[in-house]
């Protein structure tokens, strides 16, 4: 599943998870929505997502890592200025 509104460069191209009951498919419709506002905050903020993000991302859609483990590399340490 593409996201639409990024461009190609912002963009991962995410396999839906084979879903069999209700609570799965809400479960990974969060989890995809949570995907698409951290890959957008970060177009917002011009930066580009980092090698490895689409695997890991995908990971945590299909629930196999949680939000922690998916998220964290997203707002690293290294990123925050001191004035």
């Known amino acids: 599943m593409a996201l639409t509104y990024l461009t190609s460069g912002l963009q991962f191209d ?3 998870a084979t879903v ?5 498919q809400l479960a990974y419709a969060t989890r995809l929505s949570e995907v698409e506002n951290a890959l957008l905050c ?4 011009g930066q ?3 090698p490895g993000s689409q695997q890991r991302l995908q990971r945590y859609l299909n629930g196999e890592i949680s939000r ?3 998220f964290q590399p997203l707002y690293s340490v290294g990123q925050h200025r001191t004035n």
């Open 14 to 16: 995410f396999t839906a």
């Open 20 to 24: 069999q009951s209700p609570e799965d």
């Open 42 to 45: 970060q177009a917002f903020g």
């Open 48 to 50: 580009v997502p980092q």
């Open 68 to 70: 922690a483990e998916a």
